[in-house]
């Protein structure tokens, strides 16, 4: 069905929390659909780390998708980050294993390689497929943030933060007062926020570093919320952690220490399936077992889960309103409902050959 794509570039986001089946939704929308999978996961970017951020990759190796994407991709990306494709279930999935775990992989780094995939994905006449639970870097392609074209500057924020509050705020009023004025309470009163608001303000090269503006129209991207009743996503959520106890999640952190990362030097202590070993670390590292200790990780493992996906709906909620709200194409469907996979393929099927 993928031959008959007009010409026009679309883009599909299926998003929603953890443990809501968004991965397998995507892999049958592409193979009905002519499509490929590119990762909105700001975990699964990061090599090694598999079981605990519940990569489908067993037995599958990291393949080049052609050696054109594979030039530019040293051109444009100056060889930082190692862009491969995975192919799962034989379909195509993108930005997984990006980076080592002690890279502070940002979403300015995401938009570069998530617009780069999604353009070759566009030239092969294919439907790129965002799929996700990091809310932010769907946003950050789709919308753009003007932050994203500024880098720090060291030198100002070591002067700024010898100031108060106040002067901070009257610096910014100052230096940008629509700025200033649509800033919340909380970020005025956060010192680290109103350095960097400063900073975006000197800065003459604020540009946003837009997907959606440049390369598409807003009709043309069709969002897909999936959601769940709380109890049952709890259930699935400590399912899914006890599956990845089981399939070794133990064993992966004690390679990833053997490697030399740990929770000091990477990404490990800002992880969720991963930071709350940091105290059974040392038992890790000596296999020593303790029991009660184990027991109190995996309890702290699922009770993070739970407050990440209450945090993950809180910000969908946010973006599909405001998705209709700007006449986008934004849709919640309850996956407890039987059919709700064949009312997701029509709607799929209506928007991307009749509209």
Known sequence: MGNHLKQRKK????????????????????????????????RQVYKGMDIGTGKDIENEKLKIKSEKLQSKIKKEINERFNIGVYEIGNIPVWLLDIVSPDYRFSVADYVECANLVIKDI???????????????????????????????DWELRKQLSKLAIEQLRKRLKDLDPERSRRM?????????RLIRAIEIARSETSTPNVLMYRYIKTSDILLIGLKIPYKFLYQRIDKRVE???????????????????????????????YQEWEQYYPNLKCKIENLKL?????????????????????????ALRQAQGEKRRGYWFDIMDCDYQLKIEKLVKDWYYNN
Request: proline share 3%; glycine share 10%; aromatic share 8%.
């Open 243 to 273: 599956e990845r106890i089981k399939s070794g999640v133990e064993k992966e952190i004690r390679k990833l220490l053997n490697k030399g990362y740990n929770f000091e030097n990477s990404v490990l202590r800002t992880t969720i399936g």
């Open 11 to 42: 883009l599909l986001i299926i998003c929603g929390p953890t443990a809501t089946g968004k991965t397998a939704l995507g892999i049958n929308l592409a193979k009905k659909f002519g499509g490929e999978i590119v990762s909105a996961d700001s």
């Open 294 to 318: 184990k027991e109190e990780t995996i309890k702290r493992w699922k009770f993070d889960e739970h407050g990440y996906a209450r945090r993950q709906m809180t910000w969908f909620r946010k």
């Open 184 to 192: 919340n309470e909380s970020d005025r009163s956060n010192p680290r």
């Open 122 to 152: 566009w030239k092969r006449k294919k439907l790129p497929i965002l799929v996700g639970g990091t809310g932010f870097y769907i946003k950050a392609v789709i919308d753009g943030i003007e932050t994203l074209g500024v880098k720090p």
